[in-house]
Every structure is written in C-alpha cells, then in structure tokens.
C-alpha cells in the first residue's frame, strides 16, 4: 500500500512570474542614525538654495533652519518619543557642526562632531544639472553617471503658456493690490506668487530674493508631476488601468499581499504601506514614511518597494511618500521595458512636453528621480500644469490625459480626508471664501497650484521650506483674485 505524500508546508507551485515576497526595510532610528538623517538634510537644503535656487551665500543661511529627524509616525501620532531636537541646537550653539560649500563642484558638506557621541557624522549633497541637489550622506560619489541630459528647449518667441515669452499684465485694480501686498507683507518666505488665465499670465509679484527665473524646491507638489506622468502613461496605452494591481517591479510575484494595491490606492494614499521601526532601546514598533526619503543616501525606489503592507490595501488613509516612490519605480520600469532612456524619458512624457524648461527632478544617489517630492520650478512654468488641468488634459489641442482624468485627480472620494489623486481639495474648507471644488498640488512649507476650474484660474505660489505662510491672507487674496479676473 502506497503511503500519500505529507501536505507541503510551504506552497510548492511554481511560479514563474516572481522570486517571492521583498524583504522588508527596517527603519534605524537609532540616535546616531537620526543625526546622520538631519546633517544630510541640512546638507540638500543648502545645496537646494546655493546651486539650483541660486541664492546667494548670505541669503541662503538667513533661509536655512536645521531640522532635527524624527521617528517615523505610527496610524496617526507618533511611534516614538525620541525627539533629538535639543541635541541639535546645542551643537550649533556650541560650534560642533560644520558647514563646507565647494562652488566648483557645487558640494555641500555638513559635519557634525560630538566627541562623546564616537567619530563625526557626515552628510552631503552635490548638485548636477537636470538632476538637482543629490544626497549623498555619508557617501561620497552617486552610484550613477549624472551625464549631461537633452531637454527639449521651448521654441522661442513663443507666447505663455506655450511658450517663454511672458506679456506684461495690466496694473490689477486697487482691491487686488492690497490683497497681495497684505499676503506679501504677512508671508516672508514668499518667492513668488503668480495669477494667470490658461491663455494668459494675469499678475506676478516676486519677493526680493525670488524672480520669474528662479526655480525652488516645492517638494510634494511634485507628487502631482508624478501622479500626472502616469495618467499619461494610461492614455498612451503603457498601463491599463489605475484599478490594477501596481506593477511595481519588485512585486511580481502573485502570491504576495503587495497584489493587493492598486494604482488607485497608491496615488491616494490608501496602499498601507509602512515598515518596521528600530529604536534605540532594541525595540521594534511599526512606521509610516514621511521624510526619510529626503534624509536619507539610499535608492528610494527599493526603499519604497520594500515597505510591509501595514494595513489592508484601500481601508486607511495615511499620508506616505513610499507610495508615490513606488510608483517612481512604475515609470521608469515601464520606461526601460520600451528601451527609452530613463531620465530624458521621465522629462519627455509631461516636464518638457508642457514647455516647462525651468523644470528639475531631484535624484537619488541610484539615480531614480525622487517622485515623492524634491522638484524646483518657477512660478511660471508651475502655473502650466495648472493649465492642462483647466483645459481638461488637452494641452494645445492635443490630449496629454484620459477623458475623465481631471474629475478623477482632482476629486476627493473616500470620507475622512480631503486628499484626491495627488492633489488636494477644499472640502475640508482649509480655504473658506474659496469654491469648494477647488484643489491643488501641495508641498511642504505652503507651496501650491491651485486650479478654479469653475473660474478658469491658476494660482502658484512658492515658498521657502522653512518659513510659515499666512493661510489666511492667501484665502483672501485668492478670493479677490476670483472677484477681479474671473
């Protein structure tokens, strides 16, 4: 009598489409590391100002506030109580920490040193056109060959959007003076705030260090960039739908949970996502990502991918940039399976396409283009993805998105959150005397697009990272705005 085989412990199907689950990403948050994080980031905001920005020395450290790294949050407070924020600013007033810029190589070099605390930390960044400010942190080269990239220039003599060529406005009246020099006069970190039509530039006002050529870091206004780049993706074909399983490379295999998040969770913030948290005590408790991308030297699309899914895909909102990265991660997988050169590419499908030349996508020290946030525009060319939204996808007669695509991003579906696809919206009434219907790329700091597709209206404005914006005034001046020139 033959004897059955025992059950299988483990799944013994083959599976030919993927080589098992990711190994998750443990998040170090030990003291030392949480320094490493906060002298690499003082490193990319300074080289952020002096090499991309273009500010000068003295401006740039009137602008530059240290911050101190934090524990990554849990579902919504945070995970740990570690705060190094004293430590911080003791070693500044005490002389520990050490700034070096090196304009030829265009090299910012942060060194803290704390006898007591073992050998010095060290972080920085180095600035290569088309690339913007890399972090390098404890390193000292990228692991990639940031060579010289073909951008496709905006023919001249062309007028806005379409072009470079901006008109002079008309003086606005009296009413939208007052609003501006009010918003202007309460918001220091102000560069630029800029009001236009979809055929036309209405008003710019630019603070003394800001200036229609000055391009600034919005962080997560990005997120749109990149959540638009992939509806373009859908309406050439290269993907199929934003209800599909994320095709992110190192999720392919069909028996991992990661199959479960979609597009659609991704680009709303509803993927689940997160990873173990180390502390400094040996404990281990469960993180959310909200900055280490921009602290720390490592590839952010492996990073990303490597997330656990903490929470069932499509059940609970948490703000992350993993996602978005993981969708970085879509793009240029997709890029390279069509044999397309990665980064010319990633600029060709919607930066260039819009003619916004201005445009640069901060790199990771591999090379991929941070998704999550870290781009510089002007006011200008940031105002031109708010045009394709007004005109509904279509830019010069020619359709960059999905029919439908416009209501899809721009609305906010799921109840507990005003947030949609990458955009923001006013159903929360962050903004009270503005349609509720009004969204808006977001970043750090109070950078924003606003679209008023009631009142065929865009509104950029940028500001400094580390300066507080007069929400208030903003809501008023936008308001005026709507009254003058809708």
């Known amino acids: 009598m033959t004897t059955p085989a025992a059950e299988p412990i483990f799944d013994a199907t083959p599976h030919p489409l993927g080589d098992g689950p990711v190994d998750p990403l443990v ?95 060290i972080g920085s960044a180095v600035t290569r056109p088309g690339y913007g400010s890399i972090l390098l942190g404890e390193h000292a080269v990228p692991r990639f060959d940031p060579k010289p990239l073909h951008r496709h220039a905006t023919p001249a003599g062309k007028p806005w959007p379409f072009g470079e060529d901006v008109a002079d406005p008309a003086p606005p009246p009296a009413a939208m003076t007052k609003a501006l020099d009010a918003f202007m006069a309460t918001s220091f970190g102000v560069y630029g705030v800029l009001i236009a039509k979809p055929d036309r530039v209405l008003l710019e006002r630019y603070s003394d260090f800001g200036g229609p050529n000055k391009a600034t870091p919005s962080w997560s206004m990005t997120k749109a960039i990149t959540c638009t780049v992939i509806g373009r993706m859908i309406h050439d074909g290269w993907l199929n739908s934003m209800h599909d399983p994320a095709p ?55 990073a990303a991918q490597r997330s656990v899914v903490a929470a069932i895909p499509g059940s609970v909102f948490r703000y992350v940039n993993a996602g978005i990265n993981v969708l970085g991660s879509i793009i240029q997988d997709q890029i390279g399976r069509r044999g397309l050169p990665y980064h010319e590419t990633a600029y060709g499908l919607l930066a260039d396409r819009l003619g916004m030349t201005s445009y640069q996508h901060s790199a990771d020290i591999a090379g991929n283009f941070i998704a999550s946030g870290a781009g510089y525009a002007t006011p200008r060319d940031y105002a031109k993805l708010g045009v394709l939204y007004l005109n509904d996808g279509v830019w010069h007669g020619e359709r960059l998105l999905p029919n439908g695509w416009v209501n899809y991003a721009l609305t906010a579906t799921h109840s507990g959150t005003s947030y949609a696809a990458c955009f923001r919206t006013n159903t929360d009434r962050l903004f009270p005397d503005l349609p509720v219907d009004t969204a808006w790329a977001a970043g750090a700091s109070d950078n924003r697009v606003f679209i008023l597709r009631r009142h065929r209206l865009t509104v950029a404005v940028t500001n400094e990272t580390d300066h507080k914006m007069d929400l208030g005034s903003l809501n008023r001046m936008i308001a005026t705005a709507i009254d003058t020139f809708a």
């Open 248 to 302: 992110a490379p190192l999720w392919a295999d069909p028996r991992g949970i990661h199959r479960l998040i979609t597009l659609d969770h991704l680009v709303r913030m509803r993927s689940g996502i997160g990873f173990p948290v180390l502390l400094e005590d040996g404990r281990t408790v469960l993180g959310f990502e909200n900055s280490a991308v921009y602290q720390d030297g490592v590839d952010a699309f492996e």
């Open 27 to 121: 998040y170090d948050a030990s003291l030392r590391s949480l320094r490493q994080r906060s002298a690499n980031f003082a490193a990319k905001r300074l080289a952020d100002m002096l090499y991309v920005t273009g500010l000068d020395h003295h401006t740039a450290n009137l602008h530059l506030r240290p911050r101190a790294a934090v524990v990554p949050a849990g579902l919504d407070s945070r995970s740990d109580d570690t705060d190094i924020s004293g430590d911080l600013e003791a070693a500044l007033a005490g002389g520990q920490i050490r700034v070096e810029t090196d304009a030829g190589d265009q090299r910012v070099t942060v060194a803290w040193n704390d006898p007591s605390f073992g050998p010095p930390i």
